[in-house]
């Protein structure tokens, strides 16, 4: 079973809680998510099996839209509804004050991760440093806030639609919409509505999953390993080629099956690669240094016969 399900992670699970139970469904042991969903969120979570695996980094790349909810009037240790709380104020903000504020929270900013987060200090998760009571400083971090949509404004909540960059942290910019309006404010709900190329729409509960494996429907919701990387160009390789790809070998001239329509845009650019007959064997990534494509990432599909 190699492919990609998307999950419709509920409130209470954590990520890995997620991938545990997928693994015991399918009864296969190569299972991995793309792009950690905080417990008390829901939504979207793509989760990878077999040979998708190996393309799990490239989800995980891709954007992100979420719905947040927004409290407004109340501060918390952890920046959503689980942390104590830090303070509370008044609320008196009109739609049209907060509406004026959210251009200045899109394009790229840097932010700062909130205290009880994942992310690493002194080899230690910093959530760990500060429940035991330690100064944990956070660094800035570049990120994209494409775009920003107030949805609805019920004082003393904020419905926004987010979209994003990877490593956004949505609970920073509740916090960050807080202190900048007066208030304060922390994030009382998120759903995520879309990871790269999966939304909502295209996602199974738990449940449901073990419903369409039960009755031998799954096939309809497993996405093919190489939808993680649809929006890259792609080529059809020579069988020659082929042979190359799978050696890991430089491939300085590439005589394809179906030529490129451009040349490489970029150092670093990903490529697509297939067989004549339409299996996806990987990667390639161009090397500006050597004027070359590069195996990246071979699957292991049936080998080319000699």
Same mark, same amino acid.
């Given at each position: ?16 809680? #997620? ?66 709380? #830090? ?24 932010? #700062? ?121 792609? #080529? ?71």
């Amino acid at each position: 079973m190699d492919g990609i399900f998307s999950i419709n992670k509920q409130p209470g699970m954590t990520s890995h809680d #997620v991938v545990a139970r997928v693994r015991r469904l399918v009864h296969q042991k190569r299972v991995g998510h793309s792009g950690t969903l905080d417990p008390s969120a829901s939504g979207v979570l793509p989760v990878c099996l077999g040979q998708a695996t190996r393309v799990a980094e490239y989800l995980s790349e891709s954007g992100k839209e979420y719905r947040a909810t927004i409290h407004f009037g109340t501060v918390t240790t952890t920046y959503d509804a689980d942390g104590a709380v #830090v303070r509370e104020s008044p609320v008196d903000l009109s739609r049209e004050r907060i509406a004026a504020v959210l251009p200045d929270f899109t394009g790229d900013l840097m932010q #700062v991760p909130p205290v009880y987060s994942a992310i690493k200090r002194a080899g230690q998760r910093a959530y760990e440093l500060a429940r035991a009571g330690e100064t944990v400083i956070m660094e800035p971090r570049n990120v994209t806030i494409y775009d920003l949509r107030l949805e609805s404004w019920e004082p003393p909540e904020l419905e926004l639609d987010v979209s994003c960059s990877k490593g956004t942290y949505i609970r920073s910019l509740a916090y960050d919409l807080g202190e900048r309006l007066g208030p304060g404010a922390y994030l009382s709900r998120l759903v995520r509505t879309r990871s790269g190329p999966f939304t909502l729409k295209d996602s199974l509960t738990l449940e449901e999953l073990e419903a369409a494996l039960a009755d031998g429907t799954w096939k309809d919701h497993l996405f093919a390993p190489d939808t993680a990387l649809l929006d890259r160009r792609a #080529v059809i390789l020579a069988q020659e080629n082929e042979k190359r790809v799978r050696n890991g070998q430089m491939m300085r001239f590439l005589p394809l099956a179906r030529p490129l329509d451009a040349p490489p845009a970029f150092d670093g650019e990903l490529l697509r690669a297939y067989t004549v007959d339409g299996r996806f064997v990987g990667i390639l990534r161009w090397s500006a240094e050597h004027t070359a494509w590069r195996p990246e990432k071979v699957l292991d599909c049936a080998p080319v016969e000699e």
